[in-house]
């Protein structure tokens, strides 16, 4: 069932002080609501429930909902039962797939343009009080035949440049990446505004070929946290002189030889992946000259895109503290809906 349409303007609402916020963050294959108390995160709930559930389920969009709204249940009983202030829907929620959808503004945008094209809705199959969604970035087409391929569009890493941006205060131009389903790359100008994003499938893929091809018989069912630091390399090297698709079948190669270990060709996988991946995001123009970088997403993936991006680029390279990274979503987020109902006050 597609999700619902918005409908008129929306709802207003007069502006109050935003002490007991739930920011939402959806993503394709999870969503999380973290519950912030004067600015600090004091609960999170996880639901492995994301908009590829909407789009590949006749009733994901129903599901997405129940999802939605049980970890907003989840993370106020955590506090007694208290009623939010606000409640901010980021990432694919407000996507076409996702509870709503809602055009993205266009870059360059930080808080206030995000403000702007945030709307206040309803939604009493998800929760009690209003939900308002924050609308993502687009990144314009260049010119010529090819500046097609220039645009790109992102929903939730916004948020979570912005709450990352507040917490390094970087003095001029940078740059962040987000790993994961969908890799982001997200430069941001001196005056703190999005000014354009780069994305790859690289996560989906990784899973998508251990999952759904010949490999799955040759890689274990979940790849490895801690991938042997041997065949990281080896897959890394490898990717770069005989190409992501050889790397692939070398999967298939190395069990039929038993050159390296079930683990081991899973950690050589994910080495071919993300040193093909930071070989173009390294080339990328928002990495020009020696912008500062900052890498967040899982631990594990801002280790492994951290050490493949300093051998590359030119500027420096920091991956962000586990807290920093794990609260930006929700602080960039907040940040959204403070100057949002301030506008609408």
């Known amino acids: 069932m597609a999700p619902p349409a918005l409908k008129g303007k929306g709802k207003t609402m007069g502006y109050r002080p935003l002490s007991w916020v739930v920011a939402l963050d959806g993503g394709t294959t999870n969503t999380r609501a973290r519950l912030l108390h004067e600015g600090r995160v004091v609960a999170t709930a996880r639901r492995a429930v994301g908009v590829r559930d909407a789009v590949l389920s006749a009733p994901g969009a129903r599901t997405l909902a129940g999802a939605v709204g049980d970890a907003i249940a989840e993370v106020l ?68 035949a090819d500046g097609w391929a220039e645009a790109d569009v992102m929903r939730g890493e916004e948020c979570e440049t912005l709450g ?102 899973a950690a050589f996988w994910v080495g071919a992946v993300v040193a093909d991946d930071a070989a173009y995001l390294s080339r990328h123009p928002i990495l020009r000259g020696a912008v500062p970088l900052w890498v967040g997403g899982s631990p594990t993936l801002r280790r492994l895109y951290t050490a493949a991006l300093a051998d590359r680029h030119a500027g420096p390279v920091y991956a962000l503290a586990d807290d920093d990274a794990e609260r930006a979503s929700a602080l960039g987020a907040l940040a959204v809906a403070c100057r949002a109902f301030a506008r609408r006050g």
Do not use: I
């Open 77 to 144: 009983r955590t506090a007694g039962g208290v009623r939010p202030d606000a409640v901010v829907a980021a990432g694919m929620l407000s996507s076409e797939a996702g509870l709503a959808a809602v055009p993205h503004v266009v870059a360059p945008a930080g808080v206030d343009e995000l403000a702007a094209g945030a709307v206040l809705l309803d939604l009493p199959e998800v929760a009690a009080f209003p939900l308002l969604f924050v609308p993502g970035v687009r990144t314009p087409p260049g010119d010529g």
């Open 164 to 265: 990352a941006l507040e917490r390094v205060s970087p003095r001029g131009p940078a740059a962040f990446l987000w790993p994961g389903s969908h890799t982001k790359l997200v430069g941001v100008d001196g005056r703190g505004r999005v000014v354009g994003s780069y994305t790859t499938l690289a996560g989906e893929l990784t899973a998508a070929v251990a999952r759904h091809t010949l490999l799955a018989a040759s890689l274990p069912e979940a790849l490895p946290d801690e991938p042997d630091p041997a065949a990281l390399d080896a897959g890394a090297r490898l990717a770069e002189n005989e190409g992501l698709g050889r790397c692939a079948f070398l999967v298939r190669v190395a069990a039929l030889t038993g050159a390296l270990t079930q683990a081991q060709r």
